[in-house]
C-alpha cells in the first residue's frame, strides 16, 4: 500500500508540469500582445511602461524560458503578484480556494443526501412511482442549466419569499447561521444537477446488486427488505457511486464558476473567470496549479477508499 | 393615472443638464434636512482592479476609488472645473510654460499625514515614474516637472501647453495618495489605499465587496455648511449579474444598483422606488472606422453605411425605449463640448443609396465587422447586419471577448468596421488625441489628416474652454461630416434605490460614476 501510494504522488509530477505547461502556453497564445492587455489600450502608447511590464514579468524572454522561471519560484512557494489587484497569488488563491471549498463541500453533501437515498428508493421501486418520479426529477435536473436554476431559486426563495439572501457570501467564522443562509441557495443550484447524475448511477448499481445470487440466498434466509438493501446490498452497489461522486467533485469546481459569479461568491471559480478576462496571467497559472493539485487528490483518495469499501481489492500487487 | 401624474419630476439642479431624478411624491429627498449615521450598500458589476487609482486598469475601479479620493480638481457633471469642491481653491493656468495650483489648507489624509504641496508633487513624480506603470501616465505626457513652491502651492512646470490639464486633474491622475502610505506599504498600497476623500477603506475582500467607513476628519461640507459624509458606513457588494443585482435591490438586500434598461419601466412603475438618470452616460453604440482598410477607405462607402443604420429602430428594439440617438460627436450631451448643431449623417435610405453609387459600390458588397457579445451589443450588431443588407451590404461579424476585439481592431486591423460602444470622455481632448490624432491609438488606419492634427494640437493647447468650443466643433465637423468615427447612440445611466434612501438626486459626478458621500437613509 505504501508503495502504491508513493508511486501515485511521484505520477502526479508529470501530471502537473503538462497541465501547467500547457496553461502557460495557452495563456501566451491568446490573441494579443500580453504587456498591452495588462496596461489597458488607452493607455498602451507608452513604450516606457511597455518595456518596464516587459521586464518584470519576464515577458521579453523566450516562452520556455519564462515557463522554467514561474516553476521555479512556484516551488519554492512564490506564486508572483496579480498583474492586476498587485495581491501575492498565494494569499489571493488562499482565501479563494477556502470559499469555494466550503461551497463546493456543501454542494457535495447536499448532492449525496439527495442522491442516495432517492436511488435507493428509486431501484427498490423500481417501476412504481417513486421510481418515475424520481427518474423524471433527475432527467429534469441533468437537462436544467446551472444559472437558470440559480435564478429561479434567488426570485422564489429570495425575492418572492424573502426566506434566503439573493447573493454574497459571509466566512463561516463570522456568523455560522449567517454563512449557511448565504450558501444554502448556491448550493442549491450547484448540487441539484449533481444529485441527479448520482442518482441515477446509484440507482442503476443497486439495480445490478439486488439482482445478484447473494442477495437472492439473503432474501431466501427470510431477511427484511431492509436488511437486504442497507445490510447487503448498499455496501457493494456504493463501488461505482464512489467513483462517480469523486468525478462529480471535479465537476462541482467547474460548475462553481458559474453559481459563483451569479451568487456573487469570491471563490476560485471567479477569480479564474476574472483573471482569464484581465488576462491576469499571475493568477491563471497559479490557480490553475491550486485546482489541478485538488482534482487530483481528490482522485486519488476516490481510489483509496475503495481499499476501504471493498476488501477484496488491494494496490500492493 | 399617467405616469407624471403619479411622480414629481425633479432636475438634479447641483448636477446640471445631465441629472434627471424622478421621486414619487412622498420621495422629496431635496427638502428633507440630511440625517447622519446608517449604512448604505451598493450592488456594482464590476469589481476594482486595484483601489490605488493611478495603478489600476479596470473600468470598474472609479466606482470604488472615487468614494475615498478628492480630485486636485473636481469637476461638474458637465466637465467645467468646480473649485468649491476641489482640494486645489484655485489655480493659474495663464502661463502656458506652467500650471500653478493654491492647495485648500487644512486637509489631512486619512492617515493623518498632511495635504500639502510636497504630497501633489510625490504623487505626480510617482505617476510620471514609468515603474509604476501608472494607468493615466500618457495623459500627464505634457508635465515636465513638478515643484512645491511652498506648503500650499504647486506649480507644474510644462513641455508644451495643456489645455486639457484640469479636466486631467478631475480624473486618476488628480486623486491624491499619502506619500507616507505609499512609502510604507510598497505593492500592497494597490489594495490597501489611503486618500483624502469622505469615505477610508476600511476592508476589502476580494470579489466580494469593499467596505468603507465615514472620514470624521473630511474637509468637504454640503451646500448648508454640514459636514460630509452622511453615511456611517458604505458596503460596495460585487455583483456581477444585473438579474441578480435587481433580485437583490427588491428583497432589501442592497439598497442602490444602476438598473439595466429592460428593468427601468418595472421601476418608475413602482412607488417603492426611485429612478435617477444621467442622460449621455456614454456612447451606447458607434461605428469606428479603420480609415486605411478597404472599402473603408472610401469616403462615400463610410457615409452609405452610416446614413443606412436606423438607430432609432435599435432603441426601440434592444433599448426599450431607454436610450438617445446621438446628435453630435464622441463627446456627448452634458459635455461642454457636445455640439447638436453640427452636420452629421443620420438615417435616410435614399441618401445612403446614393453613397453606394458614388462610392462605385451600387450592388453592394461584403464587408467584416469586428464586435463584441453583451446583452445591448449582440442584438444591435444583428440589427446592424439586416438594416445594411437593405443597401446591398453583406455584413460579416467577427466576434470576440472585447478586450480581444479593441485590441484586434485597433492594433491588429482586423477588419475595416467595429461595432462598439465607448465609455463617457467628456474632454474632447481625451478622445481626439487617442481616436483623430494621426498616433493615436483608436487610429485603427494610422491615417494622417494634417487638418485633424493641427485642430488637436490647437486644442490641447487653448486653456479657456469658450475657446476651445469652436476648436472642437471644426474637428466634429470634418470627423462626422466624413464619417471617420460615428457614435449612433448615447445611452442613458439610471441608478434606483428604495424610496428612504436620500440624496439619489445628486448621486452622479460628470463621468456617470455613482458618488456616495451625500447619501444617506431616512429613517422612521
Redesign the interface.
Known amino acids: 500500500m505504501r508503495r502504491y501510494i508513493l508511486r501515485r504522488l511521484l505520477q502526479f509530477v508529470p501530471s502537473l508540469l503538462l497541465i501547467t505547461f500547457i496553461v502557460f502556453a495557452l495563456m501566451h497564445a491568446?490573441?494579443?500582445?500580453p504587456a498591452?492587455?495588462?496596461?489597458?489600450?488607452?493607455?498602451?502608447?507608452?513604450e516606457?511602461?511597455l518595456?518596464?511590464?516587459r521586464r518584470e514579468y519576464s515577458l521579453d524572454k523566450p516562452l520556455p524560458v519564462q515557463y522554467v522561471l514561474w516553476l521555479g519560484r512556484a516551488v519554492s512557494g512564490d506564486l508572483g503578484?496579480s498583474t492586476?489587484?498587485?495581491?501575492k497569488v498565494a494569499d489571493?488563491i488562499g482565501?479563494?480556494a477556502v470559499v469555494t471549498f466550503e461551497l463546493g463541500l456543501f454542494a457535495w453533501l447536499i448532492s449525496a443526501a439527495i442522491s442516495i437515498p432517492a436511488g435507493i428508493a428509486s431501484a427498490v421501486y423500481r417501476g412504481r412511482a417513486p421510481d418515475i418520479v424520481g427518474t423524471a426529477l433527475a432527467v429534469g435536473a441533468v437537462a436544467m442549466p446551472g444559472f437558470w436554476f440559480g435564478?429561479m431559486l434567488?426570485?422564489l426563495f429570495?425575492?418572492r419569499l424573502?426566506w434566503l439572501?439573493?447573493?454574497?457570501?459571509i466566512a463561516i467564522a463570522t456568523d455560522p447561521l449567517d454563512a449557511l443562509r448565504h450558501m444554502l441557495l448556491p448550493a442549491l443550484a450547484l448540487g441539484i444537477t449533481s444529485a441527479a447524475l448520482v442518482m441515477r448511477q446509484m440507482r442503476s448499481a443497486l439495480l445490478e446488486v439486488l439482482a445478484l445470487d447473494y442477495i437472492r440466498t439473503a432474501r431466501a434466509k427470510g431477511l427484511a427488505q431492509r436488511a437486504v438493501v442497507l445490510g447487503h446490498a448498499l455496501r457493494n452497489a456504493m463501488l461505482p457511486v464512489i467513483t462517480v461522486m469523486g468525478l462529480e467533485i471535479g465537476r462541482i469546481f467547474a460548475g462553481a464558476v458559474v453559481i459563483e459569479?451569479?451568487?456573487?461568491?469570491?471563490?476560485m471559480g471567479?477569480?479564474m473567470v476574472?483573471a482569464v478576462?484581465?488576462?491576469d496571467f499571475t493568477v491563471v497559472q497559479g490557480g490553475v496549479l491550486v485546482m489541478a493539485i485538488a482534482v487530483l487528490a481528490v482522485n486519488f483518495v476516490t481510489d483509496l477508499l475503495y481499499a476501504v469499501l471493498d476488501p477484496r481489492i488491494r494496490y500492493d500487487a | 393615472m399617467t405616469e407624471l401624474d403619479r411622480r414629481t419630476l425633479l432636475k438634479g439642479a447641483a448636477l446640471g443638464a445631465g441629472s434627471t431624478v424622478l421621486l414619487a411624491r412622498h420621495g422629496r429627498a431635496a427638502a428633507d434636512k440630511p440625517q447622519y449615521g446608517g449604512k448604505l450598500r451598493v450592488?456594482y458589476q464590476l469589481?476594482?482592479?486595484?483601489l490605488?487609482p493611478i495603478?489600476?486598469?479596470?473600468g470598474g475601479d472609479a466606482y470604488y476609488w472615487r468614494q475615498f479620493c478628492d480630485q486636485l480638481v473636481d469637476a461638474d457633471s458637465s466637465l467645467k472645473p468646480r473649485p468649491e469642491t476641489s482640494l486645489a481653491e484655485s489655480w493659474d493656468v495663464s502661463d502656458p510654460k506652467s500650471v500653478t495650483l493654491r492647495l485648500r489648507k487644512g486637509v489631512k489624509f486619512h492617515d493623518g499625514t498632511a495635504f500639502n504641496a510636497e504630497a501633489v508633487k510625490f504623487n505626480i513624480d510617482r505617476l510620471l515614474d514609468?515603474?509604476t506603470?501608472?494607468?493615466?501616465?500618457?495623459a500627464f505626457t505634457s508635465v515636465e516637472s513638478v515643484e512645491a513652491v511652498d506648503e500650499h502651492l504647486v506649480r507644474f512646470r510644462l513641455k508644451r501647453p495643456w489645455g486639457s490639464v484640469l479636466s486631467t486633474l478631475a480624473d486618476r491622475g488628480g486623486a491624491m495618495n499619502s506619500p507616507a502610505a505609499v512609502k510604507a506599504l510598497g505593492?500592497?498600497y494597490?489594495?490597501r489605499p489611503v486618500s483624502t476623500g469622505p469615505f477610508k477603506v476600511a476592508e476589502f475582500?476580494?470579489?466580494?465587496?469593499v467596505r468603507f467607513v465615514r472620514n470624521e476628519t473630511y474637509w468637504g461640507r454640503d451646500g448648508d455648511g454640514n459636514p460630509l459624509p452622511y453615511l456611517d458606513e458604505l458596503v460596495m457588494?460585487?455583483?456581477?449579474?444585473p438579474?441578480?443585482q435587481v433580485?437583490?435591490l427588491?428583497?432589501?438586500?442592497v439598497d442602490l444598483i444602476y438598473l439595466p434598461v429592460r428593468e427601468v419601466g418595472n421601476f418608475l412603475d413602482n412607488p417603492k422606488y426611485n429612478v435617477n438618470t444621467f442622460e449621455g452616460g456614454g456612447v451606447s453604440f458607434l461605428l469606428s472606422y479603420n480609415l486605411a482598410k478597404p472599402p473603408m477607405d472610401n469616403i462615400n462607402l463610410r457615409l452609405a453605411i452610416a446614413h443606412a443604420i436606423n438607430p432609432e429602430g435599435i432603441i426601440k428594439a434592444v433599448y426599450f425605449g431607454r436610450a438617445l440617438p446621438a446628435k453630435g460627436g464622441m463627446w456627448p450631451n452634458g459635455a461642454w463640448a457636445y455640439d447638436p448643431t453640427v452636420p452629421r449623417p443620420s438615417y435616410n435610405l435614399a441618401k445612403a443609396r446614393d453613397y453606394m453609387r458614388l462610392g462605385g459600390r451600387p450592388g453592394g458588397f461584403e464587408m467584416d465587422a469586428v464586435m463584441w457579445p453583451s446583452e445591448l451589443n449582440t442584438p444591435t450588431a444583428e440589427i446592424v447586419r439586416a438594416q445594411l443588407a437593405a443597401i446591398g451590404i453583406k455584413l460579416n461579424l467577427k466576434v470576440?471577448?472585447v478586450?480581444?476585439a479593441?485590441?484586434?481592431f485597433?492594433?491588429?486591423s482586423e477588419a475595416p468596421l467595429f461595432l462598439t460602444s465607448w465609455s463617457r470622455y467628456p474632454e474632447p481632448d481625451w478622445n481626439a488625441s487617442?481616436i483623430y490624432r494621426s498616433?493615436g491609438?483608436?487610429n485603427a488606419g494610422k491615417v494622417k489628416d494634417a487638418r485633424l492634427d493641427a485642430l488637436i494640437d490647437e486644442g490641447a493647447a487653448t486653456v479657456d474652454i469658450e475657446k476651445r468650443k469652436p476648436i472642437y466643433r471644426k474637428v466634429d465637423e470634418i470627423v462626422l461630416g466624413e464619417a471617420q468615427m460615428v457614435p449612433m447612440i448615447y445611452g442613458i445611466t439610471y441608478a434606483a434605490a428604495p424610496r428612504n434612501v436620500m440624496g439619489l438626486d445628486q448621486v452622479f459626478g460628470w463621468d456617470a460614476k455613482m458618488y456616495l458621500h451625500r447619501m444617506w437613509p431616512r429613517k422612521g
Not at chain 1, 492586476?84 to 495581491?87: A, D, E, G, K, Y
Not at chain 2, 495603478?55 to 479596470?58: A, I, K, L, P
Open positions: 491568446v490573441p494579443g500582445d498591452r492587455m495588462m496596461l489597458g489600450a488607452g493607455e498602451s502608447l507608452d516606457a511602461q518595456a518596464s511590464i503578484r492586476t489587484t498587485q495581491r489571493e482565501l479563494r435564478i434567488i426570485l429570495g425575492v424573502g439572501p439573493t447573493q454574497g457570501y459569479t451569479l451568487f456573487g461568491i469570491p471563490g471567479r477569480l476574472q478576462f484581465q488576462r | 450592488a469589481a476594482p482592479g486595484a490605488d495603478v489600476g486598469r479596470s514609468p515603474a506603470k501608472a494607468t493615466p501616465r500618457a505593492p500592497d494597490a489594495f475582500v476580494s470579489g466580494s465587496h457588494n460585487i455583483v456581477p449579474d438579474t441578480v433580485a437583490a427588491k428583497a432589501g438586500d470576440f471577448e478586450t480581444v479593441t485590441e484586434k485597433y492594433y491588429g487617442l498616433d491609438y483608436y
